[in-house]
C-alpha cells in the first residue's frame, strides 16, 4: 500500500510538534516551510499520478465493534487538487510569513498553530472518514481562534473597526481577543448541528466512511424522508459549512477576523477555513443529488437547494454592499471573501435545476480562483498597512510610484476579482452566471450582476485611492521574499484564467466533478466538459457591469477626490444608506443586544434570583432555619424528666417492634 | 461466608490505603516533597496493575469474600470502567505531585504545617475513589463512597478557603444525603434480592420489577446530587470553589463524575427498560443542566467558582450522553468522565497556579493580560478550556463527537421534535466553548499587565503530564474507546 500520501497531511502536524519542542525561533520558520514544502511536492506528484479511479486508502485506527474506523483518506479530482491548492497557496504565504512575522514575540505560536492549521485543512481535505474529517474541521477552528487572537494584548493598531463608533449603542470595533472568540463561537455552535446530523447520518447507515456513503446516500435520504426530516436535516447537516464559509448568518466572524496577522487573514480567506465549507458542500452535494434522484425525491429535496441559493445570494450582495463604503483595507478584502463565497454557494444550489457537473465545477473553479487573487490581495495589504502605519485606506497613497512590484500583483488581483477577462475570475464568475439565468433562475442571476457590479466597484475603490498621487517618504518596496509569493500570485491568477479554457480541453482527464448516477465519484471525462457553455453572449453583459463598476469608482475616485457620502457627511437618505452598510446592516449590532446583552442578562438575572435567592435562599436558609425551629422543639423534650424519658423508651420500642412485625410477616 | 485468597486486584487497590496510613504516621519526619512521591507512587500501583489487565486480558474481577444474603464482594476492572479508572489515577497520581507548591504556600497562609495529615487524607481519598469504581455491591460501593466523603470533607474543612466550615458542612451534609438515598435504594433492592451484587446481574432481578420506580427514583437522586445535577446543585460550587485547588481538581471532575458512572453501571444496565421510558426527561434535565450553568459562569467574578458552575454543566454533557439510551453516547459519556477529569484538572490547577503566585488571586475581574508573563499556566488553562470545548487535540474532542453523535442517533427517530430539541443542543454545546474562551479572555488577554509570576516547574510539570496524556489518548482513541465500545455493546446488543 501507498503510504506517502498520508505525508500530505502529518508533515505540517509533525512540523507543529517540532515547532513545539525544539521552541526555537530561528528554526521554527523553517521547519514550517520545509513541512508545507513537502505536502506540496506530494500532492502535486499524487495529482499527477491519479487515474481515473478514486483511491482510497486505510489504516487502522480504532474500531467500534464489529465497525473498523479507519485513517482513510480518499484521492479523488476534487481532494488531489484542492489539496495541491491548499498546500501551494500556504507554501507561498509560510515564505511571506518568514520575513513579515520574524520579529514578532510570539513567532513560535504563530509557526506552530500556522502548521496545524495547514495540517488541519489538508487532512479534512483528504480524509475518507467523517470522523478524521471532523479533527480536521475543529482543527481548523481551533487554529483560526488562535491566529485571529495571535496579538492578544489587544494594541489598538490591531482592532477593526473604528474606534469611537457605535453602532445602537454597541462598540463597532473589535479586539484581536475578542475577534478570536467570535471566530470559535460563531463556527463551534454550528458545528454542533453538523456533528448531530453525522450521528444521524451514522444511525442510518452505519457507516462514517465518505466513499461507503456515497453508495448509501439514496437509501438516507429515503429513510430521512420517510420521518419527514429530510429537509431539516440536509440544513443541520451543512450548517457547519455554511459557518465555516461566513455564510449569512454567521458572516460576522469573516469581518473581524482580520485582527491577525495579515498572512493569517491569507491564509484564512484562501487556503483554509473559509473553503472548507465549499469543500463540504462539493463532497456531498452530489451525493444529495443523485441519491434524491435515484429515489425520486427530487420534489422533496428542492427546497435545500433553493435554501442555499438564497443564502449565498444575500450573502454576495450584502457583503458586496457592505464593501462600497468600508474603509479598512483588510475589511474590503474580508466582506470580499464571504460575498465570492456567496457566489459559489449560488452555484452549488443552481446544481440542482441545471448541469450539476457544470455547475459544481464551476463553484470549484471559482474557489481556486478566489484562492489566488485573495491570497495576492491580502499579502499585498499586508505590506500597505505596514508601511503606511495604517488599516485605512484614506491613508494609504501613491503605492503605484513607490511600490511598482506590489501595484502589479494588487492590480492582477484586483482585475480577477472584478472579473475582466481574461483573468480567472472571469471565467468561472460568467459561468455561475450564465448557468443561473440558463436555469431560470432570474433572481439569482439578477443578485448575481449586482453584485459583479459592486465588486468591481468596491476593488477599484481601493485602486483609484490608494494609486494616486501621494506624498509619503518613508515608504518602500517590500523585501523581496516577501515580494515574490504574491508578485507570483497575481501572475497566477492571469495564467489560470489565460490557460483555464485550455485547461478544460486538455487536462480535463485530471480535473474533478462528481455527477452521474451509476457512481458518484467519477472523474469528468472530455466529453462532459466539452459540454461546459461558454456564452459569449451571456458573458457582454457581465463582462459590462464589471467595467461600468471600474468606471464609476474612477469617476468617483479620481484624482484624491472623494464624494461625500463615501466619507458619512452626506445627509438624508444618503447618510441612513451610509450608515446602513457602514455599520453591517446593523446585524452585528443587533446579535449584541439581543443574544450577547441579552446572554449576560439571562446569566445575572439567573445568578441573583435563581441561584442565590431560590437554590441557595431555600437550601441554605429556610431549610437549615426550619431544622433550627424543630430541634429547638425537641429540645424542649430534654427535660432530664426520669419518667418521660422511659415513656419515650417504650414508645420506640414499640415502633421498633412493630416495623420488624411488618417485615416478618 | 467464604473468605478466599486475597485477591491480586484488591491487595492492589489496598496499597494506597496502607501507604496513606503509614505516610500519617511518618508524615512529620519526610521532606513533603518525598512524602509527595511516595503518595504518587502508591497510587501509581493500582494504575500499572490495572493498564496490565486491560492490555492483556480486558477485563478482570476477583471475589474476596461472598456473604449469604449481602452478595458478593469483588474487585471489577472492565471496558467500561476503565477509563473512569485510568482518569482517576492518572489525575490522583500527578496531582500528589503539584499539591507540594500549592500546599506549602497554603500552610503558610494558614500558619501551619500538616503534611502528613494532609497526604493521609489525600491518598485516601484517592484510594476511595478508585475504590468505589472498581467495586461491584450496594455495600462495597457506599463503603468507599463514604470513605471518600469523609476524607473529601476533611480535606476542605482542614485546607479550604473563605468560611471553610461552613462550606465543608454544607459539602457533608449535601453529599450525604446523596449517599444516604443512594443506600436507601441499594437497601430496598438488597432485601428483596437477598444480594447487594449490582454486577453480575442478580439471576432473580425480576422480583424487583414492582418495586423498581421507587429504587430508580431513589438511586437517581442520590446519584444526581452527586454529580450536581440542575435542582441539587447547589452545594457544588461552594465545595469545589473553597476546597484548596488541588482537591478541587480531584471533587471536580473524578468525585461528581463518579456519580454519573455509577448511573451507568447501576440503574441503566440493571433497568434499561424502565430507565429509558425517562429519557426525554433525563435529556431535558441534562440540557436544563448545561444551559442553566453555562450561563451562570458568564455571572462568576471568582474564577474558582466558574469553573465549579462548569463542571456542573460537564455533567450535564455526561447525563446526556446517558439519556441518548444509545452505545455511542454512553462511549460518550464514560470517555466525557476521562475527557473532564483531564480538562478540569487542568483548569482547576491552572487557577491554583495563579492563586499561589499571585498572592491569592482569584477575582477575575483583576486578571487579564496575564499571558506574557504566565505562559505556562496559560497555555495548560488553554488545554483545559480546549479539552472541555472539544477541540482536538484533546481528548475532550471525542467525548464531545460521541455524546452529539448519541444524540443525534436518537433524534433521527424522534422527527420533527428532534430538530427542535437540536436547537437547545446547540445552545448548549455552543455555551462551553463561549465561557471557555470569554474566560480566556478575561484572565489572560487583553492588555498585558505587569507582576505576575509564572509556576515553577514543580508545579507545572503534573499539568504538562495531564495534558500528554489527554493527547495521546487523543490520538490513538482506540485505547479508550475500543474495549468500551466492546462492553456497552455487549450490554446493549444495538
Redesign the interface.
Known amino acids: 500500500m501507498n503510504y506517502l500520501p498520508y505525508l500530505i497531511w502529518s508533515s505540517p502536524f509533525v512540523a507543529s510538534a517540532f515547532v513545539l519542542a525544539l521552541h526555537n525561533r530561528k528554526a521554527a520558520g523553517g521547519i514550517s516551510i520545509g513541512s508545507i514544502a513537502i505536502a506540496t511536492l506530494i500532492s502535486a506528484y499524487e495529482l499527477a499520478g491519479l487515474s481515473g479511479h478514486p483511491v482510497v486508502l486505510n489504516i487502522s485506527w480504532f474500531s467500534l465493534g464489529a465497525l473498523q474506523v479507519n485513517l482513510g483518506m480518499l484521492m479523488d479530482g476534487l481532494s488531489t487538487i484542492m489539496a495541491l491548492v491548499v498546500a501551494v497557496i500556504s507554501l507561498l504565504i509560510s515564505i511571506y510569513s518568514y520575513r513579515y512575522m520574524e520579529d514578532d514575540d510570539g513567532i513560535n505560536r504563530y509557526w506552530f498553530f500556522f502548521t496545524f492549521f495547514v495540517g488541519s485543512m489538508l487532512l479534512l481535505v483528504l480524509s475518507n472518514n467523517l470522523l478524521l474529517l471532523l479533527i480536521g474541521w475543529e482543527g481548523t477552528t481551533l487554529s483560526s481562534y488562535a491566529l485571529i487572537g495571535h496579538w492578544y494584548t489587544d494594541e489598538p493598531e490591531r482592532w477593526v473597526g473604528d474606534a469611537d463608533r457605535h453602532t445602537l449603542g454597541v462598540p463597532a470595533w473589535s479586539t484581536p481577543s475578542e475577534a478570536a472568540i467570535r471566530a470559535i463561537v460563531f463556527t463551534s455552535l454550528a458545528d454542533v448541528a453538523f456533528i448531530t446530523a453525522i450521528g444521524m447520518l451514522y444511525s442510518v447507515s452505519g457507516t462514517f466512511s465518505i466513499s461507503v456513503l456515497a453508495s448509501s446516500m439514496p437509501h438516507v435520504l429515503t429513510v430521512m424522508q420517510s420521518r419527514g426530516i429530510l429537509i431539516p436535516f440536509l440544513i443541520a447537516f451543512t450548517l457547519g459549512a455554511f459557518a465555516k464559509s461566513a455564510q449569512f448568518p454567521f458572516h460576522e466572524w469573516l469581518v473581524t477576523a482580520m485582527t491577525g496577522p495579515s498572512s493569517i487573514s491569507a491564509l484564512i480567506h484562501a487556503a483554509t477555513m473559509v473553503n472548507a465549507g465549499v469543500y463540504l458542500l462539493l463532497r456531498f452535494t452530489p451525493m444529495f443529488i443523485s441519491g434524491s434522484l435515484a429515489d425520486g425525491l427530487s420534489a422533496q429535496i428542492e427546497p435545500f437547494f433553493i435554501y442555499m441559493l438564497i443564502i449565498g445570494a444575500l450573502t454576495a450582495f450584502m457583503m458586496a454592499s457592505q464593501a462600497t463604503v468600508a474603509k479598512e483595507l483588510k475589511l474590503i478584502l474580508a466582506y470580499s471573501t464571504a460575498s465570492q463565497i456567496g457566489y459559489m454557494f449560488m452555484a452549488i444550489g443552481a446544481s440542482f435545476f441545471i448541469l450539476p457537473t457544470v455547475a459544481l465545477f464551476a463553484a470549484f473553479s471559482h474557489m481556486i480562483s478566489q484562492a489566488i487573487f485573495k491570497a495576492a490581495l491580502f499579502l499585498v495589504a499586508g505590506v500597505l498597512i505596514h508601511q503606511f502605519g495604517s488599516r485605512y485606506i484614506g491613508d494609504i497613497r501613491g503605492i503605484w510610484k513607490y511600490m511598482k512590484y506590489s501595484s502589479i500583483a494588487f492590480f492582477l488581483a484586483a482585475l480577477s476579482l472584478s472579473g475582466i477577462p481574461p483573468f480567472s475570475g472571469f471565467w468561472d464568475k460568467d459561468l455561475i452566471l450564465d448557468l443561473t439565468s440558463s436555469a431560470g433562475l432570474w433572481a439569482a442571476y439578477a443578485v448575481g450582476m449586482v453584485v459583479a457590479f459592486l465588486t468591481a466597484f468596491y476593488i477599484f475603490r481601493v485602486i483609484v485611492m490608494t494609486f494616486q498621487a501621494g506624498p509619503r517618504g518613508e515608504v518602500k518596496e517590500a523585501k523581496r521574499s516577501m515580494m515574490w509569493p504574491y508578485l507570483l500570485l497575481g501572475v497566477a491568477a492571469l495564467l489560470f484564467g489565460i490557460l483555464w479554457p485550455y485547461a478544460l480541453g486538455n487536462i480535463s482527464g485530471r480535473i474533478y466533478i462528481a455527477m452521474t448516477f451509476d457512481s458518484i465519484i467519477k472523474w469528468v471525462p472530455a466529453q462532459v466538459v466539452s459540454q461546459i457553455p461558454f456564452n459569449l453572449v451571456m458573458s457582454v453583459p457581465s463582462v459590462a457591469v464589471s467595467l461600468a463598476g471600474i468606471f464609476l469608482a474612477y469617476f468617483l475616485y479620481r484624482g484624491g477626490k472623494q464624494p461625500s457620502i463615501s466619507k458619512g457627511k452626506a445627509g438624508g437618505m444618503f447618510g441612513a444608506i451610509y450608515a446602513f452598510l457602514y455599520d453591517r446592516w446593523f446585524i452585528n449590532a443587533v446579535y449584541y443586544r439581543v443574544f450577547v446583552n441579552g446572554l449576560l442578562e439571562v446569566s445575572t438575572l439567573l445568578g441573583v434570583f435563581v441561584e442565590a435567592k431560590f437554590f441557595d435562599g431555600i437550601y441554605h436558609n429556610y431549610i437549615p432555619n426550619a431544622f433550627a425551629r424543630v430541634s429547638g422543639r425537641f429540645r424542649r423534650l430534654q427535660s432530664g424528666d426520669f419518667d418521660r424519658f422511659i415513656g419515650l423508651m417504650f414508645l420506640g420500642l414499640l415502633a421498633l417492634i412493630i416495623i420488624f412485625l411488618i417485615f416478618l410477616r | 461466608m467464604t473468605v478466599t485468597a486475597l485477591p491480586l486486584g484488591l491487595s492492589v487497590l489496598l496499597v494506597p490505603f496502607v501507604v496513606s496510613v503509614l505516610l500519617l504516621v511518618i508524615g512529620g519526619r519526610l521532606r513533603p516533597r518525598l512524602l509527595a512521591y511516595i503518595s504518587a507512587a502508591s497510587l501509581g500501583v493500582p494504575l500499572v496493575f490495572t493498564s496490565a489487565v486491560m492490555a492483556l486480558y480486558r477485563s478482570y474481577s476477583a471475589t474476596l469474600l461472598a456473604v449469604g444474603g449481602l452478595g458478593s464482594f469483588m474487585v471489577v476492572i472492565n471496558g467500561l470502567n476503565w477509563p473512569v479508572l485510568l482518569g482517576i489515577m492518572a489525575v490522583t497520581m500527578a496531582i500528589a505531585i503539584y499539591s507540594v507548591p500549592y500546599m506549602k504556600r497554603r500552610f503558610e497562609e494558614l500558619g501551619k504545617e500538616h503534611w502528613g495529615t494532609y497526604f493521609f487524607l489525600y491518598t485516601f481519598f484517592s484510594a476511595s475513589m478508585v475504590g468505589i469504581v472498581e467495586s461491584n455491591n450496594f455495600i462495597m460501593f457506599y463503603l468507599f463512597l463514604e470513605l471518600s466523603l469523609i476524607s473529601s470533607f476533611l480535606l476542605i474543612a482542614f485546607y479550604g478557603y473563605g468560611d471553610r466550615g461552613r462550606v465543608s458542612f454544607?459539602y457533608l451534609i449535601w453529599t450525604h444525603l446523596g449517599a444516604f438515598l443512594f443506600l436507601l435504594g441499594g437497601f430496598i433492592y438488597g432485601m428483596i434480592l437477598g444480594t447487594f451484587n449490582f454486577y453480575p446481574v442478580p439471576p432473580n432481578l425480576s422480583s424487583i420489577f414492582p418495586y423498581v420506580y421507587v429504587i430508580i427514583a431513589l438511586i437517581l437522586l442520590g446519584l444526581f446530587i452527586k454529580m450536581a445535577i440542575f435542582?441539587v446543585?447547589?452545594?457544588l460550587p461552594y465545595a469545589h470553589a473553597e476546597a484548596p485547588t488541588p482537591i478541587s481538581a480531584l471533587l471536580s471532575p473524578a468525585l461528581i463524575g463518579i456519580g454519573g458512572y455509577a448511573i451507568i453501571r447501576i440503574p441503566y444496565i440493571l433497568f434499561f427498560s424502565y430507565m429509558i421510558k425517562l429519557q426525554w426527561a433525563l435529556i431535558v434535565l441534562a440540557l436544563v443542566t448545561i444551559i442553566?450553568s453555562g450561563?451562570?459562569?458568564?455571572?462568576?467574578k471568582d474564577l474558582k467558582r466558574l469553573l465549579a458552575y462548569s463542571s456542573i454543566a460537564q455533567m450535564g454533557y455526561m447525563l446526556l450522553g446517558i439519556a441518548s439510551f444509545?452505545?455511542?453516547g454512553i462511549?460518550g459519556a464514560i470517555l466525557q468522565f476521562y475527557a473532564h477529569a483531564v480538562g478540569k484538572s487542568l483548569l482547576f490547577s491552572s487557577s491554583g497556579a495563579i492563586i499561589t503566585e499571585n498572592n491569592g488571586l482569584r477575582d477575575i475581574t483583576k486578571m487579564g493580560?496575564m499571558?506574557?508573563e504566565m505562559p505556562m499556566t496559560t497555555s495548560m488553562a488553554m488545554l483545559g478550556f480546549?479539552d472541555i470545548?472539544?477541540?482536538?487535540?484533546t481528548v475532550g474532542?471525542f467525548s464531545?463527537?460521541f455524546i452529539?453523535?448519541?444524540?443525534?442517533?436518537f433524534?433521527?427517530?424522534s422527527?420533527?421534535y428532534?430538530?427542535i430539541m437540536?436547537i437547545f443542543?446547540?445552545v448548549g454545546?455552543?455555551i462551553t466553548?463561549?465561557y471557555s474562551?470569554?474566560a480566556?479572555?478575561r484572565v489572560?488577554?487583553?492588555?498585558?499587565k505587569k507582576g505576575f509570576k509564572d509556576a515553577g516547574l514543580m508545579m507545572m510539570a503534573p499539568l504538562i503530564f495531564i495534558a500528554i496524556l489527554g493527547i495521546i489518548t487523543f490520538i490513538?482513541?482506540?485505547l479508550l474507546?475500543?474495549p468500551l465500545?466492546?462492553y456497552v455493546?455487549s450490554l446493549m446488543g444495538g
Open positions: 454544607i435542582g446543585h447547589v452545594w442553566y450561563l451562570l459562569t458568564f455571572h462568576q444509545n452505545p455511542l462511549v493580560g499571558a506574557k480546549m470545548s472539544g477541540l482536538p487535540p474532542f464531545k463527537l452529539l453523535l448519541g444524540v443525534g442517533s433524534l433521527v427517530n422527527g420533527v428532534g430538530f437540536l443542543l446547540v454545546f455552543g466553548p463561549a474562551f470569554t480566556m479572555k489572560f488577554f487583553g492588555p498585558s490513538f482513541p482506540g474507546i475500543t465500545y466492546l455493546h
